[in-house]
């Protein structure tokens, strides 16, 4: 039996969706509301892609590369620590993914949905929160739900950004992106830990 709520929370620390509120605002600035609402939907989109692909080949490519999936856990949740750290002691999520916007033609592609939404430690939980030796499909697809769900909050949030953006603001997007880090930090000492219990078969 998965725990959704853990479930949620992992892959909304990790998504972060207000967070790519003021990097949404920022990029369709000079967009008018349709607009708006089609990169909203295709950033999503493409996101959902890029995320049930790791879920669904992530595993099978490590077995191709005779990567154990322990040490896969450990190096992964070593990366999410390294990670959290950023958000929690660098620049906040949409301070550095802001950076990213001058020039870019497609923003729906990038930053929006890479690496803002379908971030490097999304794809690092969609693969280590769906372990074949731990779930089966059943939950795997379960989890994927979870996960999808995710998305669709962030797409709502996306669609209801300017309002929240006047909310909250820079400032407040970066504190919440900060205290998601540090939740991700726990998640990643829990990935580090299970990893040396499962390659010591403890």
């Known amino acids: ?36 609402a089609r990169v909203a939907a295709r950033a999503v989109a493409i996101s ?7 879920v669904a080949a992530g595993e099978p490519i490590l077995k191709a590369m005779d990567v154990p999936l322990s040490a896969f856990q450990i190096a992964g949740g070593i990366v999410l620590f ?3 750290l950023t958000m929690i002691f660098g620049p906040g999520k949409p301070e ?10 497609d923003p729906a592609v990038f930053p929006l949905a890479v690496p803002s939404i379908a971030s490097p430690g999304a794809m690092l939980a969609a693969v280590l929160l769906t372990q074949n ?9 379960q989890i994927t739900c979870v996960m ?8 709502i949030l996306l669609r209801a950004a300017g309002r929240i953006h006047r909310l909250v603001g820079d400032s407040g ?20 830990l299970g990893g040396i219990k499962l390659y010591f078969d403890l």
């Open 1 to 36: 039996m998965i725990d959704f709520v853990a479930i949620f929370i992992a892959f909304f620390t990790v998504i972060d969706p207000i967070g790519s509120v003021p990097v949404f605002v920022a990029v369709t600035n000079s967009l008018e509301g349709g607009s708006r």
């Open 48 to 54: 959902a892609a890029v995320l049930v692909f790791f």
């Open 82 to 84: 390294l990670f959290a």
């Open 96 to 105: 550095s993914e802001l950076a990213m916007i001058e020039g870019k033609a």
């Open 133 to 141: 030796d731990l779930h089966g499909v059943g939950e795997q697809l």
């Open 148 to 155: 999808l769900t995710v998305l669709l909050v962030t797409w």
């Open 173 to 192: 997007a970066s504190v919440i992106s900060r205290v998601m880090g540090l939740l991700l930090a726990a998640v990643a000492a829990s990935n580090v």
